[in-house]
């Protein structure tokens, strides 16, 4: 019976690949030309359809849409985000989408963040964790998330390669990267105020929040330099309100017995949703690991539907 939801789940529209192909290829180093270029929505179902899946949320991965030093990047966040509306209204009730912007370019995110929700109805916006080495939290990027809140969106965030690449031969920048860029996002959004100034976006990290789980004492320990003002404003709440409040998917995690433990040591079992990483995960073999990890049933539940039915309560 197709009964989870997918919260992190990929896809790529045929001008965007046949446009950026290379970029594709030099970012991630994992999956040959071919994964890209025989992608299709009838694709997507058929592996879902194995791992009953019901709903996948879809979004545009690293590199994204925005590329520095190029004016494309409206362009491309159009495409691909009117080729998510398409699978949309073509196979209703199994895709949704986060809409890829170009958050540097902030006129040109503000202007399609309008025509996503407003023209396209998609169910939140996705994002990358940095560009161009600018984390989120960066406070040039305020003026997005503002709108965001106005807007109480679901904002989906996915890791990028934010400064250190390909570290050293024979393993690739998102091996070790992508969970670490995944951790500095979440520490700028805190540090910098923007959890606290944008409490009505709820935002989606992959991967169980990357390397945060390990590391979180040491972000906690960084308030104790501030002053009693700094951190009213930071963290009014605390540390803990802010994180907890956060969802997290378990793509890559889930196969990891002690990551998964690690992340349901730090958050409530009500913030964890599925992810599949699709197609560099394989979707069945995320849906079994979860099987294996010994939940109960109600946190199990949780995890494939439940918790992404309070956000996106249209695809119940």
Known sequence: MLRIIDTHHHIYPPRYVAQNLQRLLDDAAILPASAYQNWSPNLALEHMDRAEIESAITSITSPGIWFEGDNGARARARDCNEFGAEMMRD???????????????????????????????????????????????????????????????????????????????????????FPTDTARAIASLLLRGTFARCPDITFIFSHGGGTLPSIVQRIVGQLRHLTPEERARIAPKGVDH??????????????????????????????????????FGSTTQIAEALTRLEFTQSVLNGIRRENALRLFPRFA
Request: aromatic fraction near 12%.
């Open 91 to 177: 196979h209703p009730g199994r895709f949704g989408m986060f809409a890829a912007i170009p958050v540097p370019d902030i006129d040109g995110s503000l202007a399609e963040i309008a025509y996503a929700f407003d023209v396209l109805k998609h169910d939140g916006i996705g994002v990358l964790t940095s560009y161009a080495g600018q984390l989120l939290g960066d406070p040039a990027f305020d003026p997005v998330f503002d709108e965001l809140h106005r807007r109480k969106a679901k904002v989906f965030v996915h890791p990028t390669m934010s400064c250190c690449g390909n570290i050293f031969p024979g393993v690739s920048g998102p091996t070790i990267e």
């Open 242 to 279: 802010e994180f907890n409040r956060q969802y997290y998917d378990v793509a890559s995690v889930a196969v990891n017995p002690a990551g998964m433990a690690a992340v349901m040591k730090l958050f409530p079992a009500t913030q964890i949703t599925f992810g599949s990483d699709a197609p």
